[in-house]
């Protein structure tokens, strides 16, 4: 069965503070991850991975994708209240189109 | 960049009424829509993926005669929810993948409260 699991569940941070959040996917045929930051609605898209190794920048966030651990990170440094949200990661496979969401990890900053 | 209108927002209704929601790709050709629901704190669950042109599918668990998925244009797909009751209640998110443009994943819609009362 294809999965995604994210850690920690929650997180709570102090601004200025760097966070790692985790994804490991199990997924069939994978072809991709994606991370995506969610506030009140809709999700908004962060990253899309597809290569081993390579790190993708956005300001003070980045992640990197490991396929022979079948996993990824999120970093973000210098962390404001602003990035306090529930940041998903998505596992897609080649077939289908269709991409798993893991539980989320809800990140609090506070000042 | 590419962009997936949904709407109602936010919805109420009673128990034993049908709600329909509709996502539209304003500016790209969405062949394929996918369906989710996400409870309070928790992930977004896929519940089906429409096809323009062909019968939607349904991921296990999810009743077809209850979540009415049609995908009629381009578009344009809708997602009526019928017969609902209380447990219904949930926030519904539409999403469509970008044909083309794997830099940016897929296009979330701004989601629908739905809210059984």
């Known amino acids: 069965e294809d999965k995604v699991v994210q850690s920690p569940l929650s997180l709570v941070v102090h601004e200025g503070d760097t966070v790692t959040l985790n994804c490991s996917y199990e997924?069939?045929?994978?072809?991709?991850l994606l991370w995506y930051k969610q506030e009140k609605k809709a999700p908004t898209f962060l990253f899309m991975l597809?290569?081993?190794?390579i790190e993708k920048k956005s300001g003070r966030l980045s992640s990197i994708l490991d396929k022979k651990e079948l996993s990824s990170i999120l970093n973000i440094t210098a962390t404001q209240t602003g990035d306090s949200a529930i940041y998903l990661c998505a596992g897609g496979a080649n077939t289908g189109n269709q991409f798993y969401f893991g539980t989320g990890t809800s990140l609090t900053v506070i000042p | 960049g590419a962009v997936v209108s949904q709407h109602p927002s936010r919805v109420i209704c009673k128990s034993g009424t049908s709600v329909k929601i509709e996502c539209r790709s304003l500016d790209f050709q969405a062949t394929t829509m996918f369906w989710y629901r996400q409870f309070p704190k928790q992930s977004l669950m896929l519940m089906a993926t429409s096809n323009e042109g062909s019968k939607a599918t349904y991921e296990q668990g999810v009743e077809k005669d209850k979540f009415l998925i049609n995908h009629a244009s381009l578009t344009l797909s809708t997602l009526t929810v019928t017969s609902a009751h209380p447990e219904d209640s949930s926030f519904y998110i539409c999403?469509?993948?970008?044909?083309?443009?794997?830099?940016?994943?897929?296009?979330f819609g701004s989601g629908t409260r739905l809210t059984v009362v």
């Open positions: 597809t290569s081993s190794g």
């Open positions: 997924v069939t045929n994978f072809r991709s």
């Open positions: 999403s469509a993948p970008q044909r083309g443009r794997t830099n940016y994943g897929y296009t």
